[in-house]
């Protein structure tokens, strides 16, 4: 069987015949960015830092030039191994003065979620731009914020959303959006681990503003908003919490919501901090689109069944991988004066729905959206 797509053929001899994916799998372009590789200061030196500072060796646009700890002996050690001058180190105490560091474009915040908006607020005082992780914020109102601090000092605001530059999920956002599933009518998203430690700052309240909602929940709100390119209209979610097990005594375990979108399409969604999850579905009316692992930070799998043929899809050899993709992206943006993809705005957005989400399982009904 053949059948075509608007970027590219897949020629598929049979069920389980892999292809390569498509245009969708390139980098993200933001203009016509110079030649020079704007400085980063990482805040926060934990274990997704450790994920992240690996790849700036993969960059074009992006270097690392100052890092921020509570540890004097840990930001040394960080210093010697990625090549960042004694110049560049910091402590929280002494963030502030990073505003007189030249060599400082962008503060990435990489700490606890509940220390994103105080920090981003002091970075865009210091008149740098801002890559914050995700979620955003504690609260809706935190975000908004966060966007007005930046937009008032005139500097870029971009949530880490590594998805947007991963190849597999952005060939599955080319093929659900340009209808090769025919109409989407069902999403299901699925996120979730088995979380440990009960002292860690996730299961805080006040460090983490929510359960695994705000965690990994956020993976499937962003996937069935990115898979349709819709936003929701209305959501309604049930929660469900063993309050007697000592990780969630101030935060949520597992919630499930439904968002309705405004074609019709529905997207149904598991979040939670007792089992690993980490696939979706779009199911449309001439086929499926199934991807697992789909926000893994390698390896995502993508499968896609149209008439009688099921076709794996392979990603490519990566000349731009997620997290590279993802910092540069934000480097091009501040040199073309480009809006990035997923701007604070986006962020802001999944904030509201999930306020939306955790009123809705409070109030035990379905609450509309705002459009
Ligand atoms: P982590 O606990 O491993 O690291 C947090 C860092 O913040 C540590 O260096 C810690 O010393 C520092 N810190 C400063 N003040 C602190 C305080 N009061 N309490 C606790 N830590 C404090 O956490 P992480 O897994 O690196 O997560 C950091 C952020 O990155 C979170 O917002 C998380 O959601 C996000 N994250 C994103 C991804 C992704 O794939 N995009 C993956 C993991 C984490």
């Known amino acids: 069987m053949t059948f075509r797509s608007s970027r590219r053929e897949l020629l598929v001899s049979g069920a389980g015949a892999v292809a390569a994916l498509g245009a969708g799998a390139g980098p993200v372009f933001a203009g016509q960015a110079d030649g020079r590789k704007l400085g980063y200061a990482i805040v926060g030196l934990g274990m997704y830092a450790d994920v992240i500072l690996p790849r700036f060796a993969e960059c074009r646009h992006s270097r690392v030039t100052a890092l921020v700890s509570g540890s004097r002996e840990k930001a040394l050690r960080y210093a010697a191994q990625y090549g960042v001058p004694e110049s560049g180190l910091y402590s929280y105490e002494t963030f502030d003065t990073i505003r007189d560091n030249p060599e400082v474009d962008i503060v990435y915040v990489i700490l606890p979620n509940g220390m994103h908006h105080e920090y981003t607020l002091r970075a865009a005082a210091a008149g740098k731009h801002v890559m914050c992780e995700k979620p955003m914020a504690n609260t809706a109102a935190e975000a908004e914020e966060m966007i007005a601090a930046c937009r008032a000092a005139g500097r870029k605001l971009m949530i880490g959303y590594r998805s947007h530059f991963e190849p597999a999920n952005r060939e599955a956002m080319r093929i659900v959006r340009e209808g090769e599933l025919g109409r989407p009518r069902i999403v299901t998203a699925e996120t979730g681990f088995n979380i440990g430690d009960p002292t860690q700052w996730r299961l805080n309240r006040a460090l983490a503003g929510g359960g695994s909602m705000m965690d990994i929940g956020i993976y499937s709100l962003q996937a069935a908003r990115y898979l349709t390119g819709e936003e929701p209209v209305s959501v309604s979610a049930v929660e469900s919490t063993d309050r007697s ?116 399982a409070r109030e035990g009904r379905a609450v509309t959206l705002q459009a």
């Open 245 to 360: 097990d000592v990780r969630f005594r101030e935060v949520e375990d597992t919630i499930n919501f439904q968002l309705t979108f405004p074609s019709g399409v529905v997207a149904n969604c598991v979040s939670t901090y007792g089992s690993n999850h980490n696939r979706y579905r779009v199911v449309g009316t001439d086929g499926w689109l199934d991807a697992e692992p789909a926000t893994a930070y390698n390896g995502n799998r993508l499968r896609l069944r149209r008439g009688r043929e099921t076709v794996e899809l392979t990603p490519p050899a990566l000349a731009v991988n997620q997290f590279s993709g993802q910092l540069d992206h934000l480097s091009q943006c501040v040199m073309t004066g480009a809006e990035p993809i997923v701007a604070g705005e986006e962020g802001l957005k999944d904030m509201r729905i999930i306020e939306a989400i955790y009123r809705s």
